[in-house]
């Protein structure tokens, strides 16, 4: 069993950034490859970014590409999401999840944060 909580979520004006966290307990988190996706009001979940176990792969949407940075620190069990030059159609429910995989595939996630929102504003 892997736990996982984000925070860091809140508003934002488009340009700006913000940096999500997501904090694992439970199971061993250094041999978990974790992502991050996002569900908008209305669509469905999408992926966002990924970062294999070691550290040595990421993995990006196109919309996200340049401007989202995913990172983790096993030490503290912790992985981030640093994110910007924010636009309002970033505006989503933002959730971590572990995986025993490198994937963008959603269906390969098998533990899930509880999801932090964020708010672009124009």
């Known amino acids: 069993q892997v736990l996982l909580g984000e925070s860091g979520g809140g508003v934002a004006q488009a340009g700006g950034s913000l940096r999500l966290s997501c904090r694992a307990s439970?199971?061993?988190?250094?041999?978990?490859?974790m992502g991050w996706f996002r569900q908008a009001p209305g669509k469905e979940r999408e992926f966002v970014a990924a970062?294999?176990?070691?550290?040595?792969?990421?993995y990006y949407a196109d919309s996200v590409k340049g401007r989202f940075t995913i990172s983790r620190d096993n030490a503290k069990n912790t992985v981030y999401l640093q994110m910007n030059n924010l636009t309002p159609e970033d505006t989503a429910v933002y959730y971590c999840?572990?995986?025993?995989?490198?994937?963008?595939?959603?269906?390969?996630?098998?533990?899930w944060g509880q999801g932090t929102q964020v708010t672009v504003s124009s």
């Open positions: 970062e294999s176990w070691s550290g040595g792969t990421t």
């Open positions: 439970g199971r061993a988190f250094g041999n978990r490859n």
């Open positions: 999840a572990a995986s025993a995989v490198a994937t963008a595939e959603l269906l390969e996630y098998d533990y």
